[in-house]
């Protein structure tokens, strides 16, 4: 590393029609020091590394000779560990991934990293609104676009059919579907476009084909989700029954059980079998498990409960993936939030 930082400093430099000397009193340190850097056998301080930027007209990032690959790693950690992006670096970022949009062999996962930028500046700003809009109606009840702000922050529900309904989405996903039959998750995604829009006939249809391509849980569970789309409970109850029973084995089953009860409003049983999926789970652990129970308890009035579901959460995200970054600092804000809510 301190080689290549070095001979990328020394080939800015050179560059620039720069000496090391001119170098080291923009800095304000040593021409020797400069020398050592370009060898590798030193590095600068890393507080240095913005003035460096700054003289050579290029990024941190670019002051390390990043290859694009590793690059674009670093940018789509930088969205889950992240907060807020400053303007600056959200600027940066979008320009680097368009730019990389005209290398045929990066183009389309650098136009996907895009799009996950532009969520992740969408969502920020949802965040941003969210207290906004709800001090908004609590100041001037009665207004409409108040209701409309928050529900559109909040992603509340909307019942008007033609502003709900998923016909042209559902439209591409067939599409895609049938471009690539093989790939399961394509049908995932369609049934769900499908059943939330009640176009059960269709997903019956598409149900099949995703079972012939490869037989899991799923079609259980997506008939289920058919049946109760029909009005018929009974018979949905049977084929997740069907699916908790032939995949047991799978913690996943356990916990869309639990999520079917808990969208039925079966709380207390729904809590039993996230609770039983917990220890079935291999590392690292996701912790939709945690996160469910603790909203299952605060909908419950159970804050203690809450308070120690986001706590196993924290111990989750701490051994099985990261110590630091947004990930974690958001549950200790919803521990803080729910510690405040008993006083």
């Known amino acids: 590393m301190n080689v290549n930082f070095g001979s990328r400093i020394k080939a800015l430099r050179l560059s620039r029609s720069m000496t090391q000397e001119q170098l080291a009193q923009k800095l ?50 930088m969205l889950y560990d ?48 969210k207290p906004l809009a709800r001090a908004a109606l609590q100041q001037i009840p009665g ?37 690539h039959p093989e790939d399961i998750r394509n049908y995932f995604w369609l049934l769900d476009l499908l059943i939330d829009d009640h176009r059960t006939a269709e997903a019956r249809d ?3 084909q995703m079972k012939a391509v490869e037989h899991s849980y799923h079609y259980e569970m997506y008939m289920g989700y058919i049946c109760q789309a029909e009005c018929n409970l009974p018979e949905a109850m049977e084929w997740w029954q069907k699916m908790l029973k032939d995949s047991q ?57 809450a308070i120690e579901a986001q706590t196993q959460m924290l111990g989750i995200m701490k051994e099985d993936w990261t110590t630091e970054g947004e990930s974690v600092d958001s549950i200790l804000r919803e521990i803080n939030r729910l510690e405040g809510l008993k006083k």
Not at 46 to 69: K, N, R
Not at 99 to 125: H, T, V
Not at 162 to 175: C, E, G, M, R
Request: some cysteine; hydrophobic content about 40%.
């Open 143 to 179: 207004r409409k676009d108040a209701h409309n702000a928050i529900f559109d922050a909040e992603r509340g529900p909307y019942s008007d059919w033609n502003f709900v309904n998923h016909h042209d989405l559902i439209q591409f996903y067939k599409s895609v579907t049938a471009q």
């Open 249 to 305: 084995h799978k913690w996943q089953v356990w916990f869309e059980y639990g999520s079917i009860l808990a969208k039925l409003g079966r709380y207390e049983d729904a809590l039993a079998y996230f609770k039983r999926c917990q220890p079935m789970r291999p590392k690292p652990r996701f912790t939709d498990c945690e996160d469910a129970i603790s909203q299952i308890c605060m909908i419950l009035g159970d804050i203690d409960g």
């Open 206 to 208: 598409y149900a099949e």
């Open 82 to 129: 992240v907060r807020f992006l400053s303007q600056e670096e959200f600027q940066q970022h979008e320009k680097y991934l368009k730019d990389l949009q005209s290398k045929p062999e990066l183009s389309a996962e650098a136009g996907l990293l895009l799009a996950m930028l532009y969520n992740k500046r969408a969502s920020e700003y949802h965040d941003l609104a």
């Open 28 to 77: 304000g340190v040593s021409a020797q020091a400069v020398s050592k850097w370009e060898s590798g056998t030193n590095m600068p301080d890393i507080l240095m590394l913005p003035d460096l930027s700054v003289i050579f007209g290029v990024t941190i990032d670019e002051l390390f000779a990043m290859t694009d690959e590793h690059r674009m790693e670093r940018i789509e950690n």
